[in-house]
């Protein structure tokens, strides 16, 4: 991260509930977070703390009860319908625990769909895919079906498609789950080529202990608040932990 880093995603004050009445849960209590440009930003904490309501509501894909969600400078809670879809579109890439392929589509076509939703035309999308399919090693794969593949495999086809569009903002929720070390460092490293572009940020939502190197911050979350936010030291070079520690 350099000195010229600007805050592209602010939350303030943020509150969530689900259900109503004695089943009413309050996962996010009035967070705070910003991720900056430059940085990998990681979300920790314990299973069901409310890290992936958090990052559905920077998403956009969450209506939240209360406080804001600014990404870029626009007012997410305000913001709805079709103007909301053509923000996320263009500004933002995800990674969703499911992968959410399409089962009729190859890979290739799977990946091209940011693209063409943005009007690109069907050759170039379809190009710019296998280009994509090929920096996550899938390259030669790119006429498959999804149920052909593993599950690491679909992972980062899901990665391909989440960064075809070079989306300023890349958005992750446990992105290294299925992938073993070799594939891990690879999909890292595509990450911090994101993070290391002048006005793009990534955020990580991880269980993953073998990643946390790469993260220039890292937020711990619990009980729906974040409770600390670690600033690392980028000295030492990143690095994927070949043994898992969980
Ligand atoms: N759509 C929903 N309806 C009702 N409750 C929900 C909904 N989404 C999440 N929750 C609840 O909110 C709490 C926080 O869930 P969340 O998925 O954000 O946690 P998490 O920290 O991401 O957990 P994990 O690490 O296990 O993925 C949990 O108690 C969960 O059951």
């Known amino acids: 991260m350099n000195g010229d880093s600007?805050?592209?995603?602010?939350?303030?004050?943020?509150?969530?509930?689900?259900?109503?009445?004695?089943?009413?849960?309050?996962?996010?209590?009035?967070?705070?977070?910003?991720a900056r440009t430059g940085?990998?930003?990681?979300?920790?904490?314990?299973?069901?703390?409310?890290?992936?309501?958090?990052?559905?509501?920077?998403?956009?894909t969450l209506k939240i009860d209360g406080g804001e969600v600014n990404v870029f400078g626009q007012p997410l809670h305000d913001m709805s319908g079709g103007a909301l879809t053509r923000f996320r579109a263009k500004h933002i890439g995800f990674i969703f625990q499911q992968f959410n392929l399409i089962p009729t589509l190859s890979i290739a076509e799977n990946v091209s769909v940011p693209l063409l939703i943005q009007g690109v035309s069907n050759g170039t999308a379809i190009k710019k895919?296998?280009?994509?399919?090929?920096?996550?090693?899938?390259?030669?794969?790119?006429k498959?079906?999804?149920?052909?593949?593993?599950?690491?495999?679909?992972?980062?086809?899901?990665?391909?498609?989440?960064?075809?569009?070079?989306?300023?903002?890349?958005?992750?929720?446990?992105?290294?789950?299925?992938?073993?070390?070799?594939?891990?460092?690879?999909?890292?490293?595509?990450?911090?080529?994101?993070?290391?572009?002048?006005?793009?940020?990534?955020?990580?939502?991880?269980?993953?202990?073998?990643?946390?190197?790469?993260?220039?911050?890292?937020?711990?979350?619990d009980d729906g608040e974040i409770i600390e936010v670690h600033e690392q030291s980028q000295d030492v070079k990143p690095h994927f932990e070949h043994e898992a520690a969980h």
């Open 6 to 34: 600007h805050i592209v995603v602010d939350v303030r004050a943020v509150e969530k509930s689900f259900g109503e009445g004695q089943n009413r849960i309050h996962v996010l209590k009035h967070v705070n977070l910003e």
């Open 39 to 60: 940085e990998i930003l990681m979300l920790v904490g314990p299973s069901g703390c409310g890290k992936t309501t958090l990052l559905s509501a920077i998403a956009g």
């Open 129 to 142: 895919a296998r280009a994509a399919l090929e920096s996550v090693g899938l390259g030669n794969r790119w």
């Open 144 to 221: 498959e079906r999804p149920n052909k593949l593993s599950g690491g495999q679909q992972q980062r086809v899901a990665i391909a498609r989440a960064l075809v569009h070079e989306p300023p903002l890349v958005i992750c929720d446990e992105p290294t789950a299925a992938l073993d070390a070799q594939n891990g460092e690879i999909v890292l490293d595509l990450f911090r080529g994101v993070a290391r572009s002048p006005d793009r940020a990534v955020i990580i939502v991880t269980h993953d202990n073998r990643i946390f190197s790469y993260a220039d911050r890292i937020a711990k979350m």
